[in-house]
T-cell receptor, first 114, second 115 residues
Framework: AQKVTQAQTEISVVEKEDVTLDCVYE???????LFWYKQPPSGELVFLIR??????QNEISGRYSWNFQKSTSSFNFTITASQVVDSAVYFC???????????FGKGTTLSVSS | DAGVTQSPTHLIKTRGQQVTLRCSPK?????VSWYQQALGQGPQFIFQ???????QRGNFPDRFSGHQFPNYSSELNVNALLLGDSALYLC??????????????FGEGSWLTVV
């Protein structure tokens, strides 16, 4: 079965703190893709990153970084020096073959206060 | 370059009524998928359209139907609305002619309230 688990329901931090959002996935496929999306109150899901199962190289984009570890089936997302604008719901998602749907976790609500 | 656009943004319907939601995919994309997101939950896949045909369907009843037009735009229809259909309906588009890992882009969604 394909599944994505985001165990952290809500996280609250103060501005400039670093925060890591956890994502654990389950799939039997050897080829799959992992995604992170950000959902502000407006509702739109904003694409952040896509990572395929062949590439375990970590990625950094500005204050954002992602740690992909196949050995633990995890794809964690870290925000460095968080800002109030980072407040949103963050979703991790899995896609395991062509034409299939994204399987989402339940999301983590991040609240950053000033 | 316009992203994924959806209409209407918000709507209120009465139980038993029917609703049609519309979506225009991102320019250059050929595939449209629909997702339902209940409050506090992650999006759930409804169905996907490619080349004007339903290619895959999630665990939703036949009251949920859709259509894709030659210009790749799509409609989601829900008949005999139930209170439980109240949710954010998200349209997603992608270019599926090649690899499955292509990025999927979402619109801002249509907020449906059934009273």
């Amino acid at each position: 079965a394909q599944k994505v688990t985001q165990a952290q329901t809500e996280i609250s931090v103060v501005e400039k703190e670093d925060v890591t959002l956890d994502c654990v996935y389950e799939t039997r496929d050897t080829t799959y893709y992992l995604f992170w999306y950000k959902q502000p109150p407006s509702g739109e899901l904003v694409f952040l990153i896509r990572r395929n199962s062949f590439d375990e190289q970590n990625e950094i984009s500005g204050r954002y970084s992602w740690n992909f570890q196949k050995s633990t089936s995890s794809f964690n997302f870290t925000i460095t020096a968080s800002q109030v604008v980072d407040s949103a719901v963050y979703f991790c998602a899995l896609r395991y073959q062509a034409g299939t749907a994204l399987i989402f976790g339940k999301g983590t609500t991040l609240s950053v206060s000033s | 370059d316009a992203g994924v656009t959806q209409s209407p943004t918000h709507l209120i319907k009465t139980r038993g009524q029917q609703v049609t939601l519309r979506c225009s995919p991102k320019s250059g994309h050929d595939t449209v998928s629909w997702y339902q997101q209940a409050l506090g939950q992650g999006p759930q896949f409804i169905f996907q359209y490619y080349e004007e045909e339903e290619r895959q369907r999630g665990n939703f009843p036949d009251r949920f139907s859709g259509h894709q037009f030659p210009n790749y735009s799509s409609e989601l229809n829900v008949n005999a609305l139930l209170l439980g259909d109240s949710a954010l309906y998200l349209c997603a588009s992608s270019l599926e002619a090649s690899r499955c890992g292509n990025t999927i882009y979402f619109g801002e969604g249509s907020w449906l309230t059934v009273v």
